[in-house]
């Protein structure tokens, strides 16, 4: 049928296909989800309209939908050990500002990290909806070890008094220490507010500390380390705060939920609980350890010297070069990454000083870590080589090589 109904679209499909298995993917904030959660994705729930939550429903045949909806909620509940949770959100980002448009006024203040430090633009960037109103203040990395500073994040927070502290970044390569962040927003009154969208699948798989139980509330996306569907943001709460993280998603800023995307959520918080993930989380932190070797051993300069989680963030100033142009480069030898910022940047943002990488995607494909390891070399030397077109065939060569029959979702990864 579909061969036939749209050519056109069909046609990308299968390009945009061809072009996934034959390149390599180390975008920080992409991965591969499973076959199953694939399945359900588009299945039949996605023409239900299920406005409203399981039970309180504003139209009826809504009896499986509610069913559907209470089981992702529990496994949500289950994968984080957190007392409510809520599936209904589009994304992370709609997530986080229906929070703030709900629970928070115009004038209060809340902190965040900074973005060219590592955070988001939902948490307050001038040209994003959350910087038009709050009072922002924002904490950042030391000069000293490029990493958090908490010593100085408490002088800020003691300032500020801001209404809640938001740890959590989208280009931050360091754990963040919940505990001490707790300390510091108990000390002022504030509610910890942890945006997990980078790590939510470290935590679900257990290879890095949870934010609970010292967050009351957290966001995550689910596509990244989660290696979920797109288009989905899941909070998790203190049961306190239940009432008021429901009402923020429906009927303070969304409409109806999609439904379909909420049973590939489900399915893949049940994934997410089992040993093979676990596993996978594992794998994903140790991969992320031998490309960072690579890079080293070739004279890359790391923001804070390396990695503790899935994410490295390459400093390109200290190599003469630019974000834009590395990301050009790596593009023409089929590797497939991001420019970013870097802490202290003196760039643009549409040059950037730095690289963003992660090892998430790859480790689904299967790639253990002496390919990452090489691949980390190879990267190495585009960055410091004046030849760097030179550099490009041997990367290519290592692409092409790597890529052959390597699936998008690597075998071993399927949940028995
Ligand atoms: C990626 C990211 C988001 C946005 O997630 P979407 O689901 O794509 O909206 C939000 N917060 C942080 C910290 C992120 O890294």
């Known amino acids: ?145 490029e990493q958090l500073d908490y010593d100085e994040v408490r002088s800020i927070a003691l300032e500020n008094r801001p209404a809640a502290i938001i740890c959590g970044g989208s280009s ?60 989905g943001g899941v909070i998790l709460c203190k049961q306190k705060l239940a009432r008021k993280i429901d009402r923020a998603i429906f009927p303070g800023l969304q409409g109806a939920p999609k439904m379909d995307l909420i049973a590939a959520r489900g399915a893949l918080l049940a994934e997410v609980q089992t040993p093979r993930f676990r596993e996978y989380a594992k794998d994903v932190l140790s991969n992320a350890k031998a490309l960072e070797r690579g890079l080293l051993d070739a004279g890359a300069s790391l923001v804070s010297g390396g990695t503790s989680s899935h994410l490295i963030l390459l400093n390109l100033l200290k190599c003469n070069t630019t974000g834009l142009e590395i990301e050009g480069y790596l593009s023409e030898g089929r590797v497939i990454t991001n420019k970013n910022p870097v802490p202290f940047d003196t760039l643009p943002s549409s040059k950037a000083g730095g690289l963003r990488i992660g090892s998430a995607a790859l480790t689904t494909r299967g790639f253990d870590e002496a390919r990452f390891f090489e691949l980390g070399v190879l990267i190495g030397k585009v960055v410091t080589s004046t030849h760097k077109r030179d550099r490009i065939v041997d990367l290519r060569s290592f692409v092409d090589r790597n890529t052959q029959g390597l699936p998008l979702f690597n075998q071993k990864w399927l949940a028995q």
């Not at 061969?3 to 920080?28: G, P």
Request: with cysteine; net charge negative; hydrophobic share 40%.
């Open 172 to 231: 931050y390569p360091r754990l963040i220490d919940y505990e001490k962040m707790y300390e510091i927003a108990q000390e002022i009154g504030a509610l910890l507010w942890v945006d997990l969208a980078h790590t939510a699948g470290l935590v679900a798989g257990r290879a890095i500390p949870s934010p609970f139980p010292y967050a009351d509330i957290v966001t995550t996306s689910t596509h990244k380390t989660l290696r979920g569907p797109r288009g």
């Open 1 to 145: 049928m579909l061969e036939t109904v749209d050519v056109e679209i069909r046609k990308l499909v299968l390009l945009e296909e061809q072009r996934q298995l034959s390149q390599l993917s180390l975008v920080a904030s992409e991965n591969y989800s499973s076959p199953t959660i694939r399945g359900f994705e588009g299945s039949i729930f996605a023409d239900k309209n299920a406005e409203g939550y399981p039970g309180r429903r504003c139209v009826s045949g809504c009896e499986y939908a509610d069913q559907l909806e209470n089981l992702a909620i529990e496994r949500a509940k289950s994968a984080f050990g957190c007392e409510h949770a809520n599936v209904q959100a589009m994304s992370a980002t709609i997530a986080n500002f229906a929070i703030m448009n709900e629970l928070f006024q115009p004038r209060d203040g809340l902190m965040a990290m900074r973005l060219q430090d590592g955070g988001h633009l939902s948490h307050g960037a001038s040209f994003h909806a959350s910087g038009r109103s709050f009072r922002w203040c924002f904490y950042g990395v030391s000069e000293i070890d």
